[in-house]
């Protein structure tokens, strides 16, 4: 499968950019993603909607969960380590 962000690097910028605007990253110990948080569509069942717009999301980016936002807070020059 093919992802719309290879690097956590590119939703940051996209994040910095407002292309996505509702959602937020979620970061687990092993894993991270995409959510949405963001307005629900008129006359829309509000689980349904989130329910499809996550999974829609998850397809956009897969990450290394900790150990990306370790490797992230290096590459700013803040030590940090992965527990």
């Not at 397809?59 to 936002?69: F, I, N, P, V």
Request: hydrophobic share 35%.
């Amino acid at each position: 499968m093919s992802r719309k962000y290879k690097t956590l690097k590119e939703p940051a910028q996209a994040f910095a950019e407002g292309e996505l605007k509702g959602y937020y990253l979620m970061v687990d110990n092993d894993c991270a993603f995409l959510r949405y948080n963001g307005a629900i569509a008129d006359g829309e069942d509000e689980s349904s909607f989130r329910d499809e717009k996550n999974d829609e999301a998850r397809q956009w980016y897969e990450g290394r969960g900790y150990a990306d936002l370790v490797n992230a807070l290096e590459a700013a020059g803040i030590p940090s380590r992965w527990c």
